[in-house]
Nanobody, 120 residues
């Protein structure tokens, strides 16, 4: 069994910063990619940033230059540093990882979500 546990959400004023963390634990053989998604009320979940094992990163156009994704592979942890936050960044942020477990099954795992609220 694999778990993803997020932390770091909260309330911040526009222009401020937050850092989200997500730690994966359990029967993990390898993690292929880790990513952050978000979902605002009434909208579909969208990819915010992704980091592959090879170090490649992808960002949504709306967060480029403001958000940075980073991984610590020794801790099976991914971070999302969010700077210059805007009210439109308000959403529930979900961590996701493409994991191969010790039984050699590969699947996408999701965290429970952490709420980020940016006030104007």
């Amino acid at each position: 069994q694999v778990q993803l546990v997020e932390s770091g959400g909260g309330l911040v004023q526009a222009g401020g910063s937050l850092r989200l963390s997500c730690a994966a634990s359990g029967s993990i053989a390898s993690i292929n990619s880790m990513a952050w998604y978000r979902q605002a009320p009434g909208t579909q979940r969208e990819l915010v940033a992704q980091s592959t094992t090879g170090g490649n990163t992808i960002y949504a156009d709306s967060v480029k230059g403001r958000f940075t994704i980073a991984r610590d592979n020794t801790k099976n942890t991914v971070y999302l540093q969010m700077n210059s936050l805007k009210p439109e960044d308000t959403a529930v942020y979900y961590c996701s990882a493409l994991i191969t477990n010790t039984a050699r099954a590969t699947f996408r795992s999701w965290g429970q979500g952490t709420r980020v609220t940016v006030s104007s």
